[in-house]
């Protein structure tokens, strides 16, 4: 229990425009042990970054809401929190990264000023020897802090980005699609390094990407995301396990990987789009793309199925009825 | 970078040869006889030839201009056509006044809209933000003329608050500089405003939050910084406008500025008082530019570049490539 | 972000600094005992010189009549009266003025106004290029205070002309002494020129050497610049200007405005500035004398006057209160009757009308518009052209018109200006030529006095009447509001007195 670091109960998030409501997130549930990485894996507008957004507290205002569920992190639930305490954790306990390193950073501040503006805010009167530090970590020149982000390059900037966000050992590490802006050669110095830190600090993280090749590299859990909810989650083992008997998403998303070792020579890719979350469908959000689609997946939503060894899914195909039809 | 502020400089030469060129030839092609203007109808031909050939009048267009150049380099702007008082003299103690009257008219303008345009674009939508948007809307249109008579009604006839006329008290002092600044305000608000705005919704700004920033802090220290460099560019490029515009105020509260100056001296047709005004005009123009890019640099450091002279950059480049081996 | 705070503050102080300097707040003349002696004047704008034989402006001349004393002045009856000089003599002809100078004319240094003063005031360049010192053959100074001017020819007007600033005296020797658009070393006027910031201030102080300084009750004339009327109204209600002036008549809009309020008064001063219409007799048209005399019974002056100024209409130079003894009685403006006007168009040689351009200053836009519909009846098709005041004079000189609105002021001191109007070799001249008289009779008119001159004005009036050289319109009145607390005598052919005025 004490290892228990971060669980989500039945997270509901919408946005709230003028003429309608966009149901961003519905129903998420997971958890996160310490020092534990839970990719997750999603098409765009699957509400990934909605969901990591939530945790902080970073919706906009006034226009997205958490209605339901809990945020419960190291025994608080973050959606009841005073605001000053939310300010406190951000930064310190939860971090969180962006996808565009580019647009990330303040261009009228130096880089060092920037990241010790964090370690000041958090308690640290004399933050220089830490930016040096943190800088040396992510494989920066210390003598460049008082450069201004427009004179680093992409990578550079990216890595500028985590020096901030791991500056105040923060228990967990919010990661949105933090190499999707990358080219592939960076990419792969940045996961490495990432991963290389989160070794060294024992920072937990959450990893967004719609990239399963990098959640193969970096992470223990994997959570697939659809339109708004957990529709598989187990270890990593047990979701790239060929064997087992997976979602028809998560089938799909493997399908659509290209795969040197096989003859194949047309990708099979999900027909169909994610739905609107203005207008989700009927029943089972995934049913008009499904290939195993019944009656019932159009009437109702899907049902949550647990394996023995905690391998979640969530589909009308594997309730013990239908395991035992099938068998 | 100062050769940059240098090489500004230098281009007053020829801004300042083609606007004397082309009052010039303007003013030559409005009829009108210095002459006659100040002797009056009833002095005799004769005399007011006289008069016209002594200020040479009478020699051909370039040879006046030159004449006139020449006096320019030696910083003498010449004599005015009616009544032959020295320019200099003129323009010395008018130029305060006008100057003055902006400066202030700046400040005011700058330390009301921008807080009002942040407080907009923060509360969006609020009924707040509604309300200072029109305010913002009405002060931007509204004629000065008007504005200076209705107030100089009200503060000076009915409430005897503010003295009617001059620069003489500090009180004398409010009612030009807010006719003067009210259309500026419009503009900053709703530039401040809109530029708020814009780098509210920027990624960095995410960033600060999830740095666990407080809100006032995300506000003043991280967007107002950069939103601040097209509201300078707004001030800047207004504040030349502010200083030939400056008639309309002048007239209401009898201020003997640059505006009155150049209305009178087109007027009387008297070419040295008009030209020397314009110079001035003209150069403040290029000085308050001038101080505009260097103060957008100091603001927005991916410009400094441009500033830091050729040779600097490539030692530093020489050096990183040192450190680095 | 501090730095750049500090920046602007830095900035901002430095520019105050340039500021300073600023005035001291004007007092509201209480002097020690308590009796206010100081006025506040309003003008409409700042002079650029008061160099008082040079500058035919307006403004300057404000001034000037203020500072500069001269000869002899009109007084509220419109006579030539005494000023520095306590009495004089013609002689026979005409030809010859003596002046006996008062033994207690001084300078404001406190140095006697003597004879030469004025000689060496009358001789320099600019003297003689001026047209009232035209006259003078030569100057003579038997002693002190005496001084004969001999003139060129036979010319009774000279006293007239001896009344503006431009024949004023200043110190002998001053004018190459020092610069005197800025000022003179001494003044001879009741008021002398204390100060005067570029820009700021003009102050004139007592004249404490003046004959008669101790019946000057105004110890101090500040003069104030506003140009805008509706500001120096404000200026006048709230009390800080104590006379508005405006440049010689304060509008209708503002004379209503003070007759409401019981704290300000207005005073008329008859102006003898005519407004008239002005003929280029170039055009056949308008040199044919039947259409003349039927355009002058078509206008309708009463309306014309009504828009135009405060004065009254008017149609004859000559009327009476402003030209005292040379007043022509009987020749005053016709009433309306467009019966006999449409006999006179039938009779010219253009029964069926014809076309014809009226220029007009932007300020007389309203009188051209009644003056287009009076001739409209006649068939007179006028088509009006708005034009600057500044271009006008242009057009004139080059007889660039067909018919145009104009006044001419100073008509009491000179008259030969207007004269000279219709003098074809002038450069403004308004080509008449007519047959029925010649140029030599008008001049002459104006150079003789006595029974002979008003026989000869009288000749020339019934000449006016009868071959309409112009179209006279109305006599100006020039109409100014003041602290009703304040004294104002009648102001004469000179214009305001400031000299006797004084706080009730």
Redesign the interface.
């Known amino acids: 229990m004490e290892n228990k670091l971060l669980e989500l109960k039945d997270v509901r998030v919408k946005y709230h425009t003028l003429d309608y409501d966009v149901m961003a997130v519905n129903g998420v549930s997971l958890e996160l042990n310490k020092g534990e990485s839970l990719g997750l894996v999603g098409e765009t507008g699957a509400g990934k970054t909605t969901l990591a957004l939530s945790i902080l507290g970073l919706l906009p205002k006034g226009v997205g809401e958490v209605y339901e569920g809990e945020i419960i992190f190291k025994g608080e639930d973050l959606l009841q929190v005073p605001e000053k305490r939310m300010r406190d954790i951000r930064g310190m306990h939860i971090s969180m990264i962006f996808q565009d390193p580019m647009t990330s950073l303040n261009p009228v501040y130096t880089v060092g000023d920037q990241i010790a503006e964090v370690l000041q805010l958090h308690g640290n009167k004399h933050p220089d020897e830490r930016v040096d530090e943190i800088l040396g970590l992510v494989g920066i020149d210390p003598s460049r802090k008082v450069c201004y982000p427009h004179q680093f390059s992409g990578g550079m900037k990216q890595r500028i980005v985590i020096a901030m966000a791991l500056a105040c050992e923060p228990d967990l590490l919010l990661a949105d699609e933090p190499t999707t802006a990358l080219d592939v050669t960076i990419q792969a110095q940045v996961l490495a390094m990432i991963d290389d830190i989160q070794k060294k600090l024992g920072t937990s993280m959450i990893l967004i990407t719609h990239d399963l090749g990098v959640v193969a590299e970096t992470c223990d859990k994997v959570a697939i995301m659809y339109a708004g909810e957990i529709v598989e989650y187990g270890t990593l083992h047990q979701v790239f396990d060929k064997t087992r008997p997976h979602h028809p998403y998560t089938v799909g998303l493997f399908g659509s990987i290209p795969d040197l070792s096989s003859d194949k020579r047309r990708l099979e890719p999900i027909y169909g789009m994610t739905p609107d979350p203005s207008d989700l469908p009927e029943g089972c959000y995934f049913s008009p793309r499904c290939n195993h689609c019944t009656e019932l997946c159009k009437q109702k939503g899907a049902a949550i199925h647990v394996s023995e060894d905690g391998h979640m899914l969530k589909c009308h195909l594997f309730t013990q009825e239908n395991k035992e039809a099938a068998e | 970078m100062w050769r940059y502020i240098l090489k500004r400089l230098l281009w007053l030469i020829p801004i300042i040869l083609g606007v004397t060129l082309l009052v010039f030839a303007l003013m030559s092609l409005k ?3 210095p002459g ?13 030839d ?1 008069y016209n050939e002594s200020l040479g009048l009478n020699d051909p267009f370039f040879v006046r201009y030159f004449n006139y150049v020449k006096g320019l380099i030696k910083l003498d702007f010449g004599k ?1 056509w ?4 020295s320019v200099n ?2 323009i ?3 130029l ?2 006008t ?2 009257v902006c ?1 202030y008219a700046l ?1 005011v303008a700058f330390i009301t809209g921008l807080p009002i345009g942040i407080l907009s674009a923060v509360k969006q939508y609020s009924l707040a933000d509604r309300v200072l948007t029109i305010i913002a809307m009405i002060l931007a249109c509204i004629p000065v003329f008007w504005l200076c ?1 209705m107030a ?2 009200l503060f ?2 009915k409430l ?1 608050w503010l ?7 500090w009180k004398a002092y409010i009612m030009p500089v807010i006719g003067t600044a009210a259309n500026t305000i419009g503009l900053t608000v709703r530039m401040s405003r809109s530029s708020m705005l814009d780098e509210m919704r ?3 700004i ?9 809100e006032g802090s995300v506000i003043f ?2 967007a107002l ?2 939103s601040l460099i097209s509201v300078t560019t707004t001030l800047g490029v207004n504040f030349s406008i502010l200083m030939g515009g400056t008639v309309f105020v002048e ?4 201020i ?2 640059l505006g ?1 100056c150049i209305v ?1 001296s087109i ?3 008297d070419v040295p008082m008009l030209s020397g005004c314009v110079i001035i005009l003209a150069t403040f123009s290029v000085i308050v530019n001038l101080l505009v890019d260097l103060l957008y640099a ?5 410009l400094r570049a441009k500033y830091v002279g050729k040779k600097k950059v490539a030692k530093a480049r020489k050096e990183a490539l040192n ?1 680095a081996n | 972000m501090k730095k750049f705070l500090a920046l602007i503050l830095a900035l901002v102080m430095a520019l105050s600094l340039v500021a300073c300097g600023e005035k001291a707040p004007a007092d509201d003349g209480a002097a020690d005992d308590g009796v206010k002696d100081t006025i506040r004047f309003q003008i409409k704008n700042e002079p650029t010189s008061v160099d008082l034989q040079n500058d035919g402006t307006v403004l300057g001349g404000f001034i000037c009549d203020q500072i500069y004393g001269k000869l002899v002045t009109f007084n509220d009856k419109s006579e030539v009266v005494g000023e520095l000089a306590e009495s004089w003599e013609w002689n026979d002809d005409f030809t010859q003025i003596t002046f006996k100078i008062r033994e207690n004319a001084k300078f404001s240094d406190g140095s006697d106004i003597t004879a030469d003063d004025f000689i060496y005031t009358f001789s320099t360049d600019s003297a003689k290029a001026n047209t009232y010192m035209a006259p003078i053959a030569s100057m003579e100074a038997p002693d002190a205070k005496t001084l004969v001017l001999n003139l060129k020819s036979s010319n009774s007007s000279m006293l007239k002309f001896l009344t503006t600033y431009h024949t004023g005296v200043v110190p002998a020797g001053s004018m190459e002494a020092t610069d005197i658009a800025r000022g003179a070393t001494a003044y001879s006027g009741p008021y002398a020129l204390a100060k005067w910031e570029l820009g700021q201030d003009m102050v004139l102080e007592a004249n404490p050497y003046w004959y008669n300084a101790e019946n000057v009750a105004i110890k101090t004339v500040d003069y104030e610049f506003i140009a805008d009327e509706n500001s120096a109204l404000v200026a006048l209600e709230s009390g800080e200007i104590d006379f508005m002036y405006m440049a010689s008549t304060i509008g209708i809009t503002s004379v209503e405005t003070i007759a409401t309020n019981d704290k300000l008064a207005t005073i008329a001063a008859d102006q003898a500035t005519a407004g008239m219409l002005c003929l280029n007799f170039a055009m056949p048209e308008l040199d044919d004398v039947n259409v003349r005399q039927a355009m002058n019974l078509a206008l309708d002056r009463a309306a014309i006057a009504k828009v135009s100024t405060t004065g009254v209409p008017g149609g004859n130079v000559f009327t009476a209160e402003y030209f005292g003894d040379d007043y022509i009685p009987g020749h005053d403006a016709p009433a309306v009757d467009l019966e006999k006007a449409k006999e006179f168009m039938a009779a010219s040689g253009y029964p069926n009308g014809f076309d014809v351009e009226l220029k007009t200053p932007v300020m007389f836009s309203k009188a051209a518009a009644i003056v287009q519909s009076n001739l409209a009846e006649l068939g007179i098709n006028v088509t009006i052209t708005e034009i600057d005041a500044s271009i006008w004079v242009d057009s004139m000189i080059k007889g660039d018109y067909q018919m145009g609105f104009m006044t001419f002021g100073n008509l009491i001191n000179d008259l030969t200006g207007f004269i000279n109007l219709y003098d074809p070799a002038a450069a403004l001249h308004f080509n008449f030529d007519s047959d029925s008289t010649s140029f030599d009779l008008m001049s002459a008119a104006f150079s003789v006095s006595g029974a002979d001159r008003t026989a000869a004005l009288t000749e020339f009036a019934d000449f006016c009447e009868a071959d309409l050289p112009y179209l006279g319109l109305f006599m100006e009145n020039a109409i100014y509001g003041y602290n009703a607390d304040l004294y104002v005598p009648t102001p004469s052919g000179c214009g305001y007195d400031i000299a006797g005025m004084y706080w009730k």
Request: net charge positive.
């Open positions: 009829p009108g006889d006659r203007v100040y002797l009056g109808l009833n002095a005799t031909q004769e005399a007011v006289a005015s009616v009544g032959g008082e003299d003129r010395m103690s008018a305060p006044q100057l003055k400066v400040v008579n100089a009604m000076t006839l005897h003295p009617a006329t001059g620069l003489d008290t920027k990624d960095y995410r960033t600060a939050r999830a740095k666990g920033a407080k220290k991280h910084r950069n007239n209401v509260y009898a003997q500025g009155t009178r007027s009387n047709n100091y603001l927005d450091p991916r450190d």
